[in-house]
């Protein structure tokens, strides 16, 4: 069974056909569950996910990071993803990247929007993709020596076998999420697998530039392990 893991932060005016798009394709492949995680949700993001999905509400706000290592925790599948709720990765393209991981045995299998192959339908607004190649290249590479071009990219899909050994050491709850997972992942010895995706930026991205400070403070600590898990 594939579990796909969906954080929501008032998503009401979107989510409903990420929903419907994500359940006619991953039932397609098979056995599936789509697991909605609402993220201190104030809106109807619940009500409507809960025609389609599994939803798990938390009163306080947990971060995307957070939202999604909770649907770790209650996801059943052998093997794991998340996307973003806003469908800016169609099903068809996060089913590529579970065709990738059949196709090479890799642990772990990401979504590339970087790549010279990959298509970008309506692009970030131009700050936006500035911050996100410095972000890529100084965090990503420079502080943690991945080797992936888009670490930040929603989707992903991983063997629950590898989330299972590493699920335990996850402190990061934010968008930086994604570079410490990936980092404790390749320590674990997974392979990671990279798919071109067409890929479609919506600006309703709950993103700030905000966070970003708070992103690299935590981030060093991870890396120099001062916020190693006892």
Known sequence: MISVIIPAYNEEDRIEQT???YSKGLASRGSYEIIVVCDGCRDRT??????????LQFPRRLGKGGGVIEGFRAAKGEVVGYTDADNSLKVDQFLRLLEEMDRTGAGCVIADRKSKEAMIIESQYLIRRMA????????SRALFGLRVRDSQCGGKVFRREYIDRVLPQLVCTGFEFDVELLWRLTKAGCAIGEVPVIWKDDK???????????????????????????
């Open 204 to 230: 309703g991205s709950k993103f700030s530039f905000k966070y970003i400070p708070s992103m690299f403070v935590s981030l060093v600590k991870v890396r120099t392990g001062l916020n190693k898990k006892t």
């Open 132 to 139: 996100s190649e410095s972000f890529n290249f100084l965090f």
């Open 19 to 21: 929903l419907i798009d």
């Open 46 to 55: 619940a009500e409507i996910a809960a025609k389609y999905a599994r939803v």
